[in-house]
């Protein structure tokens, strides 16, 4: 009898560790560069949807990409939309503070240039993403900020 028991729960568990792994939000960190410096956005999907779903590029608060921006692009995104939080500051900059914050978003603020660009090369980071993971429809996007 004790056999049976563990011999259940183990199939039950690798059942439950084989559906964790292979179904529910998924947060990829993307790694990319414009004009030689480096960005790290995130992609957000639900790997469970085998359906093409609209590509939303989301430009986060002041306090860049962090996992509120992440846990906030999970909850809009579920199985509707692939999300790809956008890293408009660099890879090395992750304000700590509204101070820092305040500092990195005001530097892209006084630059629209700068910011276009960086907006811009984040949604085709998105849509190649998108497209190479066949999860998108590329004739539906949309961008919004969560500020």
């Known amino acids: 009898m004790r056999f049976g028991f563990v011999g259940i729960s ?9 559906s964790a792994a292979s179904a529910g939000m998924v947060n990829k960190k993307i790694a990319y560069n414009i004009g030689g410096q480096k960005f790290e956005g995130v992609l957000v999907y639900d790997d469970s949807v085998s359906a093409k779903r609209p590509a939303v ?12 921006a992440v846990t906030k692009a999970k909850k809009l995104a579920g199985g509707k939309y692939v999300f790809f939080v956008a890293d408009m500051y660099g890879a090395k900059i992750r304000p700590k503070n509204g101070k820092e914050a305040g500092k990195a978003a005001g530097a892209v603020r006084k630059n629209i240039s700068m910011m276009r660009t960086r907006i811009n090369k984040a949604m085709d980071v998105l849509l190649a993403q998108g497209a190479s993971l066949g999860i998108t429809n590329g004739g539906k996007t949309a961008a919004i900020g969560c500020c």
């Open 10 to 18: 183990f199939v039950a568990l690798t059942s439950l560790a084989a």
């Open 57 to 68: 590029l989301m430009a986060p608060n002041w306090m860049g990409v962090t996992e509120s």
